[in-house]
């Protein structure tokens, strides 16, 4: 490898909340989530290119289904690197398992350019809310542990610290402070990234960039008191990780997707 290749950053894009179906013609709000996926991956393409890596952080399905996730692994196709895929609220853990296992996304861990990346499982069968289960509080002490010294992004769908969007407030992560008190121990953590809010998402606390995006289909409006969709475009995020630990990213939007959202729905 030469030193202009040690130097290139590694580029990471997050995609959340695609909600994807059995159907091709499955939508939400009226928004058909396979088809602005593809507009949110062809928008990637046309941005920024090819990443390294993907993260795929939750409600990948709606409904749960095996098509569901397969349709997933077959719009990835369109990139060159390895996904890691983690559950939200709306997926069956099962079923992605065993879907993400074929494409090579059923991944928890990686040290990857210098970072280190550990995947959690905040989804609980049949609740909107997420917690992290003994176990996978355990992990994520054990790969910190065992990585003292290497930047890291923590990543789960559930929001882990209160957002501005009210009707959001019971549906984050429940043992979030135990979340912290682990995280706190651990200055090489730099990023705690997830999905499930639709919107962006944008703060530091003690020196730990959080950070949430859009979703590839619907939008959440910021700040809203009650449920309410944003006429905004389905997005994704974009990191670049410098091994000495800095890194950018950004936030980008599918601008040319076309789409006509139901805004009189009272939930999705
Ligand atoms: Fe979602």
Request: charged share 20%; hydrophobic share 40%; proline share 4%.
């Amino acid at each position: 490898m030469t030193s202009k290749e040690t130097a290139r950053p590694l580029r990471v894009l997050q995609l959340t909340d695609p909600h994807l179906m059995a159907s091709a013609d499955g939508a939400l709000l009226g928004v058909n989530t396979r088809d602005s996926l593809n507009a949110v991956i062809a928008e990637v393409l046309a941005s920024h290119g090819q990443p390294d890596l993907i993260l795929a952080t939750g409600d990948l399905a709606q409904d749960g289904s095996e098509e569901a996730y397969c349709a997933l692994g077959e719009s990835f196709t369109a990139f060159n690197c390895a996904s890691a895929w983690i559950a939200g609220n709306h997926d069956k853990v099962p079923s992605l398992k065993e879907v993400a296992a074929r494409y090579g996304a059923n991944r928890r861990h990686l040290v990857q350019g210098g970072w280190q990346f550990i995947l959690l499982d905040s989804s609980v069968p049949g609740k909107v809310h997420g917690e992290l289960a003994e176990s996978e509080l355990g992990f994520l002490v054990q790969m910190l542990e065992q990585n003292p010294d290497v930047p890291t992004l923590v990543t789960l769908h559930h929001h882990p610290v209160d957002i501005d969007t009210d009707w959001m407030a019971d549906i984050g992560l429940k043992n979030r402070e135990e979340f912290w008190q682990l995280i706190d121990r651990f200055p090489q953590v730099k990023i705690v990234l997830w999905g499930h809010i639709h919107q962006t998402f944008e703060q530091q606390r003690n020196g730990v960039h959080l950070l949430a995006t859009p979703s590839t289909c619907i939008q959440f409006t910021s700040g809203s008191r009650k449920f309410s969709v944003d006429d905004l475009a389905p997005g994704y995020r974009w990191f670049e990780l410098q091994a000495s630990g800095d890194f950018t990213t950004e936030v980008c939007r599918a601008r040319s997707f076309e789409f006509e959202l139901d805004q009189n729905s009272t939930g999705y």
